[in-house]
């Protein structure tokens, strides 16, 4: 299984950025996929997860009202659409997708995912 994270990038303050992740080996359809970000020296932190499009949906606080998951099952592929970048939303993006069912209280906790992109990394610039 791999997931192959893209559309990272540098943008200003204020900006948009979309981030793509595609998935081979296993169809992620039914299963709950995820964006992280870690910056040097910090944990990695959850910022959204959905089970399934259009289905149960979580946010960070963060970026609750700024950024927006989306799934399309036909492309294997979760989306991370950003808008309204902050100088704090520059990080190293991760994509995620856990093996087992999970509840809404699960989301967030990276504990729960099995498989991880190996990370585009997103710069704004103040």
């Known amino acids: 299984v791999q997931l192959q994270a893209s559309g990272g990038g540098v943008v200003q303050s204020g900006g948009s950025l979309r981030l793509s992740c595609v998935a081979s080996?296993?169809?992620?359809?039914?299963?709950?996929m995820g964006w992280f970000r870690q910056i040097p020296g910090k944990e990695r932190e959850f910022v959204a997860a959905q089970r399934s499009p259009g289905s149960s949906t979580v946010y960070a606080d963060s970026v609750k009202g700024r950024f927006t998951i989306s799934r399309d099952n036909a492309k294997n592929t979760v989306y991370l659409q950003m808008s309204s970048l902050k100088a704090e939303d520059t990080a190293v993006y991760y994509c995620?997708?856990?093996?087992?069912?999970?509840?809404?209280?699960?989301?967030?906790?990276?504990?729960?995912?099995?498989?991880w992109g190996s990370g585009t990394q997103v710069t704004v610039s103040s």
């Open positions: 080996g296993r169809t992620f359809s039914r299963s709950v």
């Open positions: 995620a997708g856990a093996e087992r069912s999970l509840i809404t209280g699960q989301f967030r906790n990276i504990v729960n995912y099995d498989y």
